[in-house]
């Protein structure tokens, strides 16, 4: 199983503190023999009638010495992930954790804007030291 990102326990409680509850750390998938493991799994009630509402969230630190490569790899997992739970649970909607500040440097132009809009779709940014949640996209 993969070591905790160094902000695991801010996006924890910033999800908790915003209505979640953390059903899976990690959420384990087992698919064709391989194992992957998602960073976490909640879920929250939206209505009783609807019944819950349930995501996974991977969570990037973008702390390496090229951001270039941090959306690389970001992005290449972020899609054997969705693709993954597309086929093994497709009523829960994956998500990309980054800090407020990653999504505001990193995200906001350039071809990792483009990457958010086409291919990654839904991002949750974070405030490590506050451990809130900032913003959801969509």
Known sequence: MPAHDRDHDAVCAALVADGWTITGDPLHLRYAGD????DLAAERLIAAEKGPQRIAVE?????GPSERADLHVAVGQFV???EVLSEMDPQRELY???TEEVRAEVFESGVARMILTRQIRRLVSYDPARKVIVRWIP
């Open 59 to 63: 969570i990037k630190s973008f702390r």
């Open 35 to 38: 194992d992957l493991y998602i």
């Open 80 to 82: 054997v992930y969705r």
């Open 96 to 98: 990309l954790a980054v």
